[in-house]
């Protein structure tokens, strides 16, 4: 089986205010930009990477995301793919929470119960087993690509997912092996 070599990015920082600000609900928050710390973020790990050789580089929808992706690839000189399946991780499949107290009551149940819903007890939160499934969806579509080093922009909950990281900062990245 061949494997690739995959670099997990977290987005750089990004700055809710602007939605906070406007008081917008739920999925809004995936509009937030970066911050200038995260603009840095991104420019410090385009830097850090350069010596892998990346071949492909693919993100996730979220501008905070994207918005690291273009920085990213910019200094790379690669072109940005998008992959939804990448994206962050629901705290509510509804997408109405309303505030960041929403997000975290859900993290906190999420994190009570390890990752995963109770036997037999459906929550609002997407388990890690969903985001796991999507995420390596997504990897193989774009691993399929290339025979090069993959970066891969996206969020700390679907890194988790994958590897196992807790808490990955933002601008930092896990490296993952992944075998087709």
Known sequence: ??????????????DYAPIDSR?????AADSAPLTAV???QAEELADLLSGIRATYLVSSPFTRALQSAAIIGHRLALGVKVD?????WLP???????????????????EAYDGE???????????LSRVRE????????????????????????????L??????????HEYYRYEA
């Open 134 to 161: 999507r995420a390596l969806d997504a990897l193989a579509r774009h691993t399929a690509s290339t025979d090069g080093p993959v970066l891969v922009v996206t969020h700390a909950t679907v890194i988790r997912a």
């Open 23 to 27: 008081g917008w609900p739920g999925m």
């Open 92 to 110: 509510d499949h509804t997408g109405l929470w309303r505030s960041a107290a929403d997000v975290r009551a859900a993290q906190a149940e999420l």
């Open 38 to 40: 995260g603009r840095k």
């Open 117 to 127: 819903w109770p036997e037999g007890i459906q929550r609002p939160w997407e388990p």
């Open 84 to 88: 939804h399946e990448l994206r962050d």
């Open 1 to 14: 089986m061949p494997v690739t070599q995959i670099y997990l990015v977290r987005h750089g920082e990004p």
């Open 163 to 172: 590897t196992g990281a807790k808490d990955t900062a933002h601008g930092a």
